[in-house]
């Protein structure tokens, strides 16, 4: 396995249901991140961990729950959402986040969630 | 603030010039530019830094425009491999990116 890896690919969940969105780089980076992606919107910066360190957390709603247990594996914790998350949510993982600016971000290919 | 992106879709032959321009209203520190391809993850193709020079990858280069907040990248005698939305993520020297909303690439042979 190379890169970042996202499983499921796609999730269908009820309002009621709990899930759990995986990823994991094998890219040895310390920095990792939770992007959602909406049709005709910008990619929004969720969540961001440093050295498993959160160092981010963009307003999000307390549905969202993230867990990085180590620097390789972010999880993304799903309960009791709202039909307006359906969306697509993209990994990353940068060598590093704060310094010199230079944190360029490979992504995985994404979890396609709906909230039916 | 997210950077403004335009043109918002492209359509273009193969062999054909493109030009996507990206602003922000706030003084950058870098700019990035992705490129995804339908459901594939965005990829990275170039980081241009403040003070920096014009950055090229064969025949896709980008400028990076300090006075005016400006970053274009330009695509020049375009393949069908060029399809896909491309995003630029500006740095307002917080590390994070904030990325515009895109814009669609359409090669047609």
């Known amino acids: 396995e190379t890169g970042v890896t996202q499983t499921p690919r796609h999730l269908v969940m009820g309002m009621t249901n709990k899930k759990s969105l995986k990823c994991e780089q094998h890219l040895g980076h310390n920095a990792m991140y939770w992007y959602k992606q909406s049709a005709k919107k910008p990619l929004e910066l969720m969540f961001v961990?440093?050295?498993?360190?959160?160092?981010e957390n963009n307003s999000v709603p307390s549905r969202f729950s993230p867990e990085c247990p180590n620097s390789s594996h972010l999880f993304l914790h799903l309960h009791t959402l709202q039909p307006e998350d359906s969306a697509l949510y993209l990994c990353a993982s940068s060598q590093g986040f704060g310094g010199s600016g230079a944190n360029v971000l490979t992504f995985g290919a994404g979890s396609r969630l709906t909230v039916l | 603030q997210q950077p403004v992106q335009s043109p918002q879709a492209v359509i273009l032959r193969e062999g054909e010039d493109a030009v996507i321009n990206c602003s922000s209203s706030?003084?950058?520190?870098?700019v990035h530019w992705y490129r995804q391809k339908h459901g594939e993850a965005p990829v990275f193709l170039m980081i241009l830094l403040k003070g920096g020079e014009q950055k090229g990858h064969d025949k896709i280069s980008a400028s990076f425009n300090e006075k005016k907040q400006q970053s274009s990248l330009y695509l020049t005698a375009s393949q069908l491999s060029y399809s896909g939305t491309y995003f630029c993520?500006?740095?307002?020297?917080?590390?994070?990116?904030?990325f515009g909303t895109g814009t669609r690439l359409t090669i047609i042979p």
């Open positions: 993520g500006t740095d307002f020297g917080n590390e994070k990116l904030t």
């Open positions: 961990y440093s050295l498993e360190e959160r160092v």
């Open positions: 706030k003084a950058l520190y870098s």
